[in-house]
């Protein structure tokens, strides 16, 4: 039974993600559907001692009207240098920063072109570093961007090949489970774990960076799974 899941390239994307994603067989980057401003999808939140702040990549203007993989990062060099120095900041003394913060910063200081290029390579390196062996595959190489909702959805099952759709929370209020078929639908349902942060209180619904470097890819899933 090939269980597949189907998820926007978030920007160092939060628990949740990396626990829904590692239950499935596959994982299809929704690439071709609308870009949202002010989602997760060029930002994500880390803790600060003050509470928290988002990290995020500045974004071309008019990406309203543009498909994720359309969307162009701002020609902007001083972002990084921000979000490097409050990322630093913030993470140096935690246990683990060290162990990852080198190769971390190498891909987060390449040159990128487009958003879902930076996402992508992000992605990629938490999954390797944690330990997550999901393949992954873009919706826009497989499926026909015309179509929305559950129609694309079903589409995209279809050309997996999947038996099972690992959907969202949310995907009960919007899906019409009658278009899957024989295609089983079941909803990722996560508990946010507590962990020891850099700072107290603790703070849910940060960027997986701030698990990472506070607890080590070692303890990661462990931790996302208890």
Aim: glycine share 4%.
């Amino acid at each position: 039974m090939k269980k597949i899941t189907i998820h926007q390239p978030e920007f160092l994307p939060w628990l949740g993600f990396f626990d829904k994603i590692s239950q499935a067989d596959l994982y299809v980057i929704l690439d071709n559907v609308q870009f949202e401003k002010n989602y997760f999808q060029n930002r994500n939140k880390i803790r600060i001692s003050s509470g928290w702040t988002y990290i995020s990549a500045p974004i071309e203007k008019n990406t309203l009207t543009k498909n994720i993989y359309e969307v162009k990062i701002a020609k902007l060099n001083k972002w990084k240098i921000k979000a490097k120095k409050t990322i630093i900041q913030n993470y140096q003394n935690s246990k683990y920063f060290k162990d990852y913060s080198n190769v971390f910063f190498d891909i987060f200081e390449k040159d990128y072109d487009f958003i879902i290029d930076f996402n992508i390579e992000m992605i990629k390196f938490l999954f390797k570093t944690v330990g997550i062996k999901t393949p992954m595959i873009r919706a826009s190489e497989i499926s026909d961007e015309n179509l929305h909702s559950t129609n694309l959805i079903v589409d995209i099952c279809k050309n997996t090949n999947a038996d099972i759709y690992l959907s969202g929370p949310s995907g009960r209020d919007y899906l019409e489970l009658e278009k899957f078929g024989k295609i089983k639908v079941e909803f990722h349902s996560f508990n946010h774990p507590v962990y020891k942060q850099q700072y107290e209180p603790f703070l849910p619904y940060m960027s997986s960076i701030d698990l990472l470097f506070n607890c080590g890819a070692n303890n990661f899933l462990k931790i996302i799974k208890q």
